[in-house]
């Protein structure tokens, strides 16, 4: 691994970005990337179960039993749909993304792929070692664009794209934090996210309805940071169920979310929370932001979102 000082550089540079020093350091590294552990536990398989359930569904009713081209992220989340995927009886899959990941390479190992458009590729071991042993594999069935087109919301609408994002806490409208702890503190980017999410033919979002030790409900009555608004959110999946938010208004949002979404250690709690909320603030959207941020505030201070 070579380190070079941005000093050696900045002669090479803008004069405006040499006053700023906007880069310290370029690392050139031979690191070959590793893929992140699959969270152990049920959750991951109770969402892909209820995805893949409403998918088939919705295909069968709607789409002639075929999908539109997918978008999905990375992560845990999107390692267990893939793989689901790839247990399926869905077939000629089509994908369209940001980003592909080492899922996207075994499910094109599998002939489940017909097309893949992405503007990267994660290079883990597996599939570096793919990379070079079967080239006519991503030749025939790979192209790598660059992000304005991955994430061009004209395109993104005119294939009908499927989009499926994860994030960190969801509130019971919809609103989804995709990148903030507690609203304050970076965990990760968006990247494409609220393009897709945007544009898309059908926007789905997935993650866990709680934590491990049920110290964390994953639906909140109100986010503490906005990465995909609501009106953006047409589906919602969590391991207890799924919620069809489409042309719902705010309350039967948050009633259909805290009924089929939630787990059941918070339900009650949300449930009283969006009583009180619609008697004291009333309107199309009640909320009563001190009771909603308390739960954040409680969670720092006794170690857990539960009353």
């Known amino acids: 691994m070579r380190y070079v000082k941005s000093s050696s550089l900045l002669h090479k540079t803008d004069p405006q970005i040499r006053r700023k020093r906007q880069i310290k350091y370029i690392v050139e590294s031979h690191t070959v990337e ?9 959750s991951l398989k109770s969402i892909t179960d209820n995805l893949l359930e409403f998918l088939e569904d919705e295909a069968k009713r709607n789409w002639r039993g ?12 999107t390692n267990a749909l893939l793989s689901a995927l790839g247990d399926s009886k869905f077939s000629d899959l089509e994908f369209f993304c940001g980003g592909v990941s080492e899922g996207h390479v075994r499910l094109m190992e599998q002939g489940k792929i017909r097309a893949v458009s992405a503007g990267s590729l994660k290079l ?44 960190i ?15 304050s ?8 996210g609220a393009n897709f999410a945007q544009s898309a033919e059908l926007s789905i979002m997935v993650l866990p309805s709680a934590n491990a030790e049920l110290t964390i409900s994953n639906i909140v009555p109100m986010v503490p940071h906005v990465d995909i608004g609501e009106h953006d959110v047409d589906i919602l999946v969590t391991d207890q169920g799924l919620a069809d938010l489409r042309g719902r208004d705010e309350v039967e949002r948050a009633e259909a ?8 250690a918070y339900k009650d709690q949300l449930r009283d929370y969006l009583k009180r909320a619609l008697a004291a603030a009333g309107g199309h959207h009640p909320q ?14 006794t170690g857990s979102m539960s009353l």
């Open 34 to 42: 590793e893929a992140p552990a699959e969270t152990s536990g049920s």
């Open 66 to 77: 075929r999908l539109f081209p997918l978008q999905t992220g990375f992560g845990n989340l």
């Open 124 to 167: 883990t071991p597996h599939v570096a070692k793919k990379l070079r042993s079967d080239p006519k594999l991503f030749h025939d069935l790979m192209i790598l664009r660059n992000t304005e087109v991955c994430n061009a919301a004209e395109t993104v609408g005119r294939l009908g794209v499927i989009a499926i994002n994860t994030g």
């Open 169 to 183: 806490e969801v509130d019971i409208y919809g609103n989804l934090n995709a990148s903030h702890i507690a609203g």
């Open 185 to 192: 503190q970076v965990v990760n980017g968006l990247g494409g």
């Open 257 to 264: 979310v805290i009924t089929h979404c939630a787990h059941p």
């Open 288 to 301: 009563l932001p001190d009771e909603a941020f308390a739960w954040h505030r409680r969670l720092k201070e």
